[in-house]
């Protein structure tokens, strides 16, 4: 990062800093200020897209998202919170933003936006942690400094994976994980990281005890940590359910990412996901954030499909534009700027 942008950097931490000590004098105006703040800054769509929304749901002032930032402040750790905000407003979203789109006119492909390691099936020859940490400072480079690791249960990759992470100081990390993946030993590494963001699976009410406990893990070590389940024509209404969202609410996280499968066809269920989504909006009841990554991204569907890129773990590449695995392209026969010539869409498509 160049000295001109450290220095930006610099400034917005401490403007958030004023404004979390804000928030505690008069709760509502330091909220709406720094939302305010982070909306201008901004230049990635998705995340511009997501600030609107909540600015629109902050005009309320008996939004539940004034309870849900007032609980955040109090119960998350204070640095990680200031850290993982400012990297993923300025760094990711603005320095970084600006970086791709000079290396996509010099090169004349698109860039995914982020990077997205698929780790939840395990090979023998599986990427090491020296590996993933030169694809990240690979992505750095080009200016994608915000990395999603999907994960299995093995808490023994996770710990790995935290310990690299935690030296790559630029970035913010979302851990995508089920519950079984989180210990106490694992929570306080990611606390201490200041930018690894846990975000832990809940599927079914079979989950319900040990997601629990994961996350309350999480709580008492003060991370920032958020919840993710992936619906299905077969599971929707339990998903949304009450019972599903009060057990979001006792987990204390600062959000709800649904995530659309493959399996999601019926009319009725589509008409379900939408209602919801809009008295969710209309009428919040929660005090956590509610995400649908596919209905809020639907503005910018060519975005999201364009920008897709995942590494599994033995190396191979996955597109959604191309609709699954390219097993021709692997992380270590190719490099990262390579397979993105590749495999990326051209600025003229």
Known sequence: MEKSAKLTYTLIETAVDKGIRDIRGDTRRGIRNLVD?????????????FFQIVQRMLADNN???????????????????????????YTCCTYGYQQMQKYEQEHGHLVPRTLVFDFREEYPDSLTQEEISQLISDGETIGIYCGVFLMNGDQQRVTDLV?????????????????????PSIAQMVVNSKNIVPV?????????????????????HKCLFATYSEYDDDNLADLI???CLDLIEEARGFAYFMVRSRNFTQPDNLQLITDFLAETRAVPRYPFLIIDLYADLMEYANYE??????????????????????????????SLPSIMEQVMPKLSD
């Not at 009410?205 to 709580?219: G, M, P, R, S």
């Open 200 to 220: 832990i699976r809940l599927q079914a009410e079979a989950d319900y005890h040990h997601y629990l406990t994961a996350v309350n893990i999480l709580f008492d």
């Open 305 to 334: 499909l364009n920008y897709f890129m995942a590494i599994r773990s033995d190396g191979t590449i996955t597109t959604r534009i191309t609709g699954g695995l390219l097993p021709q392209y692997n992380i270590r026969t190719h």
């Open 163 to 183: 310990e690299g992470l935690a030296q790559h100081k630029d970035g913010v990390y979302f851990l995508l994980a089920p519950p079984e993946a989180i210990s």
């Open 37 to 49: 703040l982070a909306s201008h800054l901004t230049q990635g769509l998705l995340l511009q897209h």
């Open 241 to 243: 359910s009450d019972d």
């Open 63 to 89: 939004s539940s998202l004034y309870e849900f930032t007032s609980n955040v402040i109090e119960h998350v750790d204070h640095q990680v919170l200031k850290n993982v905000a400012v990297k993923l407003v």
